[in-house]
């Protein structure tokens, strides 16, 4: 009931626009060097992939196997220093964080840390390690993480590749449920991150 | 559901502050009915979603499980509204950070993290409780979701009928919190009025809310808007609506008798301290920068205590403005001459002062982090930032 | 990364229930499955099963009268159906504890798969390219899945979820307006899921699953109409092939 008494503007939206138009879902085929997130960061995928045609933000992409539920490839191109990872769903009372041109490696995990908490309401999203790693070319930050969405029993685990190149946050999140889609196709989506190039 | 009734109380000051006159007579509580059982279509549904709800909640990684800390939230519970009206009651504390609590119709409860860390007191926790309690004991949860079918109704058809809804809305709003305001009263009527039968203070409802208020107001500066006009007047003035509920509890508590007892500030310290470091991540996690700031104010009214700095410090580092580096690091050096800081502090005192361009006190600072706690998670990350 | 648009879907579904106009599909089957009559132990999980009215707006209002009438129709239409299935279907024996917590998660598993293959492999219109290809039906909730206790000596695992909203009087005159202004508005959902999980893959074998089903589940006839819709095309039935040919409604 709460929920849903905060969703109501929302909804008023919702009612206002109609649905989302429809998707426009693309293939990402193998072996060809593709621009993600309408950015410069390329990669290089060796297995197909579906490019979905809803962005969680301007500067951003989903790609999956099996739905965005099931397993969620996202890139990040280049975010700009003052904007949010993703799109906020209330700037009023829901601000997310945003990212700063003079950001340490160590403040990328936290940024997705708080912004998955504020967007998805929920304190059970943490950080598990953190080491360096060379990310398109530059040093950057290999992190894990895991999570439970509010008012849900499946729990997800992710990980993050990410660097701050030319004062702009780049950074590919992989995530899945932690019950079998997880180590499914986490070496996939390794792969992708790690034939990122700027 | 307490912080989104008070927003509302915000939001239209003039029914509460109508209600807020000190002739208000407190009414008497209720005849406790044991096991009741629902009675109609709707209360029943009512149920069987709470059922279910439950049934998901039991086992959600949400609930905190401590034995001792459900011991102690669960015994103000009981000492506040007796013990034969708290075995109806299964209490679950949950871990989001917002202040909230609530009450189903089938008697499940819940107190968030958020309110433990807003607390003071065992006689202000239970305040907070009661007034659950007498949502239950008033059965508010059918009348409620009664209420909110009519009002999604209006709006499906208004979206049909009206092309630009919007200012409809806003009303349809506002007739959702005119009924919340309504119930808040009388279980906060009803909560007064346990508290005085506790041996708790019973004025100890009314203080809970300046403090809200205010937190409310810093979060909206924090975010460069302004406070709500109507209680502009000033950061720290008071403000009508809240001094309208806090009037009327307080007056209510007066007109009732009162034991002597303690408030508990003490023991309800002891038994939130081994959580008031997570509390605190939790809270400073938010982006919610005035607002934390407000809420550890006032939680170091008594003075900063380790736990308070170290937070205090990683806000400021979090927001990350280059004043605010240097404040961060500040705070750090006051946690660590303490002598009870963690190894986090000195971590924290490393990065703020490296986005600083600090680099040489940065480094010794990380080392000392390392040498603290070797096996951190990001040990190998902040190794490198040392040997850069 | 689906905050906004889960929410914004979540909010069309329950505040006004727009559903595309597009022909979907019900049904799926892993190319080349076959399951003989008479050669498997299957197990069925228990049934979720929700039932309430839709208030004009699109509102769920649960009701638990008629939530305990489709339990016991549809317990009484599957119980006979389970033996017209062609092979043995023994009911689940729930656990309790730790165990129940895991079984709890599967079941949000198989509800996660479930939505996803409507959303990206029935509906054609937002289907995932890799799916799209000839006859593929490739799903699974992964092999441990037969680690779950009382499964052992089981081949497969039978899910059962439905979800019923009948549409309020005043949705259905709104709906009527609503067509007027051409706002597409749906009375009632209907949904259910009905997955055949083999436990020596994990795969998903077999799934039908519709948001716009038939049978009101509060009548035992009703509830008859749906189990046969959700258990249409069920493999290894006698005389399956015939009901496989009219899949769809």
């Given at each position: 009931m709460r929920l849903r008494s905060l969703f109501l503007p929302l909804a008023a939206v919702a009612l206002a626009c109609g649905v989302p138009a429809a998707a426009g879902n693309k293939l990402v085929v193998a072996g060809q060097r593709i621009a993600v997130a309408k950015s410069a960061m390329t990669v290089l995928p060796t297995s197909e992939w579906n490019r979905l045609g809803a962005r969680p933000g301007r500067a951003a992409e989903t790609w999956t196997l099996d739905g965005d539920a099931l397993n969620d490839l996202t890139f990040y191109g280049g975010i700009e220093s003052g904007r949010p990872l993703f799109r906020e769903v209330s700037r009023k009372t829901k601000p997310l964080p945003t990212v700063s041109t003079t950001m340490l490696v160590t403040d990328i995990p936290a940024l997705l840390e708080n912004s998955y908490r504020i967007a998805l309401g929920t304190a059970s999203m943490t950080i598990g390690t953190i080491e360096?790693?060379?990310?398109?070319?530059?040093?950057?930050?290999?992190?894990?993480?895991?999570?439970?969405?509010?008012?849900?029993?499946?729990r997800r685990r992710g990980e993050g590749r990410g660097a701050m190149i030319g004062g702009r946050l780049y950074l590919i999140t992989y995530e899945a449920p932690a019950l079998y889609y997880y180590d499914r196709s986490a070496a996939a989506a390794r792969q992708v991150a790690e034939s990122a190039q700027l | 559901m307490i912080v989104r009734r008070l927003m509302a109380a915000m939001l239209a000051a003039t029914a509460v502050a109508g209600a807020g006159?000190?002739?208000?007579?407190?009414?008497?509580?209720?005849?406790?009915?044991?096991?009741?059982?629902?009675?109609?279509?709707?209360?029943?549904?009512?149920?069987?979603?709470?059922?279910?709800?439950?049934?998901?909640?039991?086992?959600?990684?949400?609930?905190?499980?401590?034995?001792?800390?459900?011991?102690?939230?669960?015994?103000?519970?009981?000492r506040t509204v007796g013990e034969d009206r708290c075995k109806g009651v299964r209490l679950y504390i949950v871990h989001v950070p917002a202040f909230n609590a609530t009450m189903r119709p089938n008697g499940m409860m819940t107190i968030w993290s958020g309110a433990l860390l807003r607390l003071r007191s065992e006689a202000e926790l239970g305040a907070v409780l009661g007034h659950e309690f007498g949502h239950f004991e008033l059965r508010h949860g059918l009348a409620d979701f009664r209420n909110r079918r009519s009002g999604t109704d209006l709006m499906a058809w208004a979206s049909v009928l009206v092309a630009n809804s919007a200012?409809?809305?806003?009303?349809?709003?506002?007739?959702?919190?005119?009924?919340?305001?309504?119930?808040?009263?009388?279980?906060?009527?009803?909560?007064?009025?346990?508290l005085a039968a506790s041996h708790y203070p019973s004025h100890a409802a009314a203080d809970i809310w300046d403090r809200m208020m205010g937190e409310a107001d810093a979060t909206a500066i924090g975010r460069h808007r302004k406070p709500d006009q109507r209680y502009a007047a000033g950061f720290f003035a008071s403000h009508p609506t809240n001094l309208a509920r806090a009037t009327y509890l307080r007056s209510a508590a007066a007109e009732l008798p009162d034991a002597d007892g303690s408030a508990g500030v003490d023991g309800y310290r002891a038994a939130i301290a081994p959580w008031l470091p997570m509390l605190l991540d939790d809270q400073i996690r938010l982006n919610d920068f005035g607002g934390s700031e407000y809420l550890l104010g006032q939680l170091a009214v008594g003075g900063w205590a380790t736990p308070l700095l170290f937070a205090r410090a990683e806000l400021y580092r979090m927001r990350g403005h280059p004043r605010d580096l240097v404040s961060a690091a500040g705070f750090y050096q006051e946690a660590i001459a303490r002598g009870d800081a963690g190894a986090e502090a000195y971590r924290g005192l490393g990065l703020a002062l490296m986005r600083s361009q600090q680099v040489e006190p940065a480094k010794t600072a990380l080392r000392e982090?390392?040498?603290?706690?070797?096996?951190?998670?990001?040990?190998?990350?902040?190794?490198?930032?040392?040997?850069? | 990364m689906r905050f906004v648009r889960t929410m914004l879907a979540v909010m069309a579904a329950t505040m006004l229930a727009v559903v595309p106009v597009q022909a979907q599909e019900k049904t799926g089957?892993?190319?080349?499955?076959?399951?003989?009559?008479?050669?498997?132990?299957?197990?069925l999980l228990r049934p979720s099963i929700r039932v309430g009215a839709q208030s004009t707006a699109g509102m769920f209002e649960p009701n638990a009268d008629w939530t305990q009438q489709a339990r016991e129709n549809i317990g009484r239409a599957l119980a006979k159906a389970q033996g017209q299935l062609g092979n043995t279907v023994v009911d689940y024996v729930e656990p309790?504890?730790?165990?129940?917590?895991?079984?709890?998660?599967?079941?949000?598993?198989?509800?996660?798969?479930?939505?996803?293959?409507i959303e990206f492999q029935f509906f054609p219109g937002n289907r995932l390219p890799t799916k799209k290809r000839k006859d593929q039906f490739a799903w699974s909730l992964g092999a441990d899945v037969?680690?779950?206790?009382?499964?052992?000596?089981?081949?497969?695992?039978?899910?059962?979820?439905?979800?019923?909203?009948?549409?309020?009087?005043?949705?259905?005159?709104?709906?009527?307006?609503?067509?007027?202004?051409?706002?597409?508005?749906?009375?009632?959902?209907?949904?259910?899921?009905?997955?055949?999980?083999?436990?020596?893959?994990?795969?998903?074998v077999w799934l039908n699953a519709d948001l716009q089903m038939g049978g009101d589940v509060r009548e035992a006839d009703g509830a008859d109409k749906r189990v046969r819709q959700l258990l249409e095309g069920f493999p290894g039935r006698p005389a399956a092939a015939t009901v496989v040919a009219s899949a769809g409604r």
């Open positions: 360096p790693a060379t990310f398109a070319g530059a040093k950057g930050v290999h992190f894990t993480y895991s999570f439970v969405r509010q008012d849900d029993t499946l | 006159s000190a002739a208000e007579k407190v009414p008497p509580l209720p005849p406790y009915v044991a096991a009741y059982e629902p009675t109609n279509v709707d209360e029943r549904g009512a149920w069987m979603i709470a059922d279910e709800d439950e049934r998901r909640l039991r086992d959600s990684a949400d609930v905190m499980r401590d034995p001792a800390l459900n011991a102690f939230v669960r015994g103000v519970l009981c200012a409809f809305q806003v009303d349809m709003v506002g007739g959702f919190y005119a009924f919340d305001r309504a119930q808040e009263k009388a279980a906060d009527m009803i909560g007064v009025r346990y982090y390392l040498r603290r706690k070797p096996d951190a998670n990001d040990a190998s990350i902040i190794a490198t930032l040392v040997a850069s | 089957v892993k190319p080349g499955f076959t399951l003989q009559p008479g050669t498997a132990r299957i197990v309790v504890g730790a165990d129940a917590a895991a079984l709890a998660e599967y079941q949000a598993l198989f509800d996660a798969v479930a939505q996803s293959v037969a680690r779950l206790p009382g499964l052992s000596g089981a081949d497969y695992a039978l899910f059962v979820t439905t979800e019923d909203h009948f549409g309020s009087t005043g949705r259905k005159v709104l709906q009527v307006f609503a067509a007027l202004a051409r706002v597409p508005v749906t009375a009632g959902v209907h949904k259910g899921f009905a997955g055949l999980v083999d436990l020596h893959t994990g795969e998903l």
